[in-house]
T-cell receptor, first 112, second 117 residues
């Protein structure tokens, strides 16, 4: 069973920030939040992950609320190539035995 | 990151037959995963395949229907047996590798698009 809830679709203008929300109210203390995206007809691509602290890399920023029940993926300057389905995922288990539980995803459309 | 290839990229099969999907990685990895993505749906984990041990299947998936081999650290196969139209999906393999984030990340192959008629 999915442990995350995401809006089915969103859109934003090219060059603006895209803020994708995710609810994971049943997350446990040692479970990570991962974000992947899937561009049509391709395998999912890793974006970022975090446990408690906010994280930033060259692709995006991840903001996790203090109670860890929700998070937001931020694409600071969306481009047309960022149009994809974005999956918020909870990683359950330990480093030696774990699995990714995919949510239903948010279809992001970046408008010119 | 690991480069993953899958064969075939797509296939159309008749019901009652079986198809074996191959997953090849360009580096040695311990953990490999097989997922199913039904049309318009998200990904569902089928099983985890570690080299040297039996695959671990998720609830709703059984070895008789989806036998998996993991003969070495760079290769795995998934067989979809006695296929029915309900098996029409994209099947993806993924591997775990140490990433630039400073922790393990999963990388996915391009997928095998299966249509059962």
């Amino acid at each position: 069973d999915a442990k995350t809830t995401q809006p089915p679709s969103m859109d934003c203008a090219e060059g603006r920030a895209a803020n994708l929300p995710c609810n994971h109210s049943t997350i446990s203390g040692n479970e990570y939040v991962y974000w992947y995206r899937q561009i049509h007809s391709q395998g999912p691509q890793y974006i970022i992950h975090g446990l408690k602290n906010n994280e930033t890399n060259e692709m995006a920023s991840l903001i996790i609320t203090e109670d860890r029940k929700s998070s937001t993926l931020i694409l600071p300057h969306a481009t047309l190539r960022d149009t994809a389905v974005y999956y918020c995922i909870v990683r359950v288990g330990t480093d030696s035995s774990y699995k990714l539980i995919f949510g239903s995803g948010t279809r992001l459309l970046v408008r010119p | 990151s690991a480069v993953i290839s899958q064969k075939p990229s797509r296939d159309i099969c008749q019901r009652g037959t079986s198809l074996t999907i191959q997953c090849q990685v360009d580096s040695q990895v311990t953990m490999m995963f097989w997922y199913r993505q039904q049309p318009g749906q998200s990904l569902t984990l089928i099983a985890t395949a570690n080299q040297g041990s039996e695959a671990t299947y998720e609830s709703g998936f059984v070895i008789d229907k989806f036998p998996i081999s993991r003969p070495n650290l760079t290769f795995s196969t998934l067989t979809v047996s006695n296929m029915s139209p309900e098996d029409s999906s994209i099947y993806l393999c993924s591997v775990e590798e140490w990433g630039t984030s400073g922790s393990y990340e999963q990388y996915f192959g391009p997928g095998t698009r299966l249509t059962v008629t």
